[in-house]
T-cell receptor
Framework: DTEVTQTPKHLVMGMTNKKSLKCEQH?????MYWYKQKAKKPPELMFV???????INESVPSRFSPECPNSSLLNLHLHALQPEDSALYLC?????????????FGPGTRLTVL | AQSVAQPEDQVNVAEGNPLTVKCTYS??????LFWYVQYPNRGLQFLLK??????LVKGSYGFEAEFNKSQTSFHLKKPSALVSDSALYFC???????????FGKGTMLLVSP
């Protein structure tokens, strides 16, 4: 299995809702990432997990809460989001967080906040 | 600090012609360089990377890239473009020991029939 899967594909939520995004990989990768991407812009790093521990938080607002239950799964819990949080949320994984390892991206979750 | 520049917002090429998408970088140490492609409403797909060694790197779908240390460039090339190559291309760099990947702004490649 050489892919990263993300669910759901699309999500519409109100500003008071709580929802979660899910990401899964079965490539034995020990680093996993969350990115946010606006249309026609490069991805912006949000969080990095290395060996199931949060290693980087790029000053992301607390309304985004990541979780790594095991080495194959990564969740992003969403609460009280703002309309400007509407974007494509991409999950990625790499063998380790070493600089030379390419990242493999999932197809993304298209989030719309009303 | 690390940075990467993609000087062209858009590159237009006719099918069958060679294509080049430009990328220059800035790092303080040794660079690790990557190219990704993104089709509409999809995630990023890894094309190729330069770590060390041969300056000409071959990747997926017939793409290749040439690492030029003196010009700090890593241009993406393909000898014969296909309409299906039309997509958004991102160059990315990671300095040795640096924990995050820095992406360029992206270049839209449009291949006309």
């Amino acid at each position: 299995d050489t892919e990263v899967t993300q669910t759901p594909k699309h999500l519409v939520m109100g500003m008071t809702n709580k929802k979660s995004l899910k990401c899964e990989q079965h490539m034995g990768h020990r680093a996993m990432y969350w990115y946010k991407q606006k249309a026609k812009k490069p991805p912006e790093l949000m969080f990095v997990y290395s060996y199931e521990k949060l290693s980087i938080n790029e000053s992301v607002p607390s309304r985004f809460s990541p979780e790594c239950p095991n080495s194959s799964l990564l969740n992003l819990h969403l609460h009280a989001l703002q309309p400007e949080d509407s974007a494509l949320y991409l999950c990625a994984s790499s063998l380790t967080s070493g600089s030379y390892n390419e990242q493999f991206f999932g197809p993304g979750t298209r989030l719309t906040v009303l | 600090a690390q940075s990467v520049a993609q000087p062209e917002d858009q590159v237009n090429v006719a099918e069958g012609n060679p294509l080049t998408v430009k990328c220059t970088y800035s790092v303080s140490g040794n660079p690790y360089l990557f190219w990704y492609v993104q089709y509409p409403n999809r995630g990023l797909q890894f094309l190729l990377k330069y770590i060390t060694g041969d300056n000409l790197v071959k990747g997926s779908y017939g793409f290749e890239a040439e690492f030029n240390k003196s010009q700090t460039s890593f241009h993406l090339k393909k000898p014969s473009a296909l309409v299906s190559d039309s997509a958004l291309y991102f160059c990315a760099v990671r300095d040795y020991g640096y924990s995050t990947l820095t992406f360029g702004k992206g270049t839209m490649l449009l291949v006309s029939p």
